[in-house]
């Protein structure tokens, strides 16, 4: 079975400045999907960023990028010039590319920013 | 389309009440999830349905609950008698395989107190 771990349970960043979530997984598999969800104090999960396994290329929205190393089944989240509406609990979350399958979150991060 | 719709947003009852959790998914999807979420186990899948069938429901904690989706618009949740150990967030939440850039599309949750 896929798990998904994500190792920092909780991570601050200065407003501004930079900071990575990180993210690894384990699969057999060869295809399939990695993302990250934002929780803020809303409750509502939000969809960060998206990967495909088989593109090399590492996927953007705006501030948020991806480290993807397939290799080493790592996908950790940079958020550039942290904003204070980024603070949030953030989860990894994995699916694979066989139909039928679920998808499976880590335990997910809490990230605060400091004004 | 208006998104994966829960209801009701909070609920709170008693020990030994019965418990109905809605949901609607976004027209055409034909997944749907059920999670829950605490803060000492995080995010945890229930179950989940693939065009109106149940996929897995090895998540279901116990025979106190049980999951229907009638139609491909409509899921409950059901917590029959409820306990305290029952309080939590309730997610549901769908999405269409194969779809470009699939991706899992959350409501905003229920909140379930149980005294």
């Known amino acids: 079975a896929q798990t998904v771990t994500q190792s920092q349970p909780e991570m601050s960043v200065q407003e501004a400045e930079t900071v990575t979530l990180s993210c690894t997984y384990d699969?057999?598999?060869?295809?399939?999907?990695l993302f990250w969800y934002k929780q803020p104090p809303s409750r509502q999960m939000i969809l960060v960023i998206r990967?495909?396994?088989?593109?090399?290329q590492n996927a953007t929205e705006n501030r948020f990028s991806v480290n993807f190393q397939k290799a080493a089944k790592s996908f950790s989240l940079k958020i550039s010039d942290s904003q204070l509406g980024d603070a949030a609990m953030y989860f990894c979350a994995y699916r694979g590319d066989n139909y039928g399958q679920n998808f499976v979150f880590g335990p997910g991060t809490r990230l605060s920013v400091l004004p | 389309d208006a998104g994966v719709i829960q209801s009701p947003r909070h609920e709170v009852t008693e020990m030994g009440q019965e418990v109905t959790l809605r949901c609607k998914p976004i027209?055409?999807?034909?997944?749907l999830f059920w999670y829950r979420q605490t803060m000492m186990r995080g995010l945890e899948l229930l179950i989940y349905f693939n065009n109106n069938v149940p996929i897995d429901d090895s998540g279901m904690p116990e025979d106190r609950f049980s999951a229907k989706m009638p139609n491909a618009s409509f899921s409950t949740l059901k917590i029959q008698p409820s306990e305290p150990r029952d309080s939590a967030v309730y997610f549901c939440?769908?999405?269409?395989?194969?779809?470009?850039?699939?991706?899992?599309?959350f409501g905003s949750g229920t909140q379930l107190s149980v005294l």
């Open positions: 990967q495909e396994a088989y593109k090399q």
């Open positions: 699969t057999s598999e060869s295809d399939y999907y």
């Open positions: 939440a769908s999405s269409l395989w194969g779809a470009t850039n699939e991706k899992l599309f």
């Open positions: 027209s055409g999807h034909d997944y």
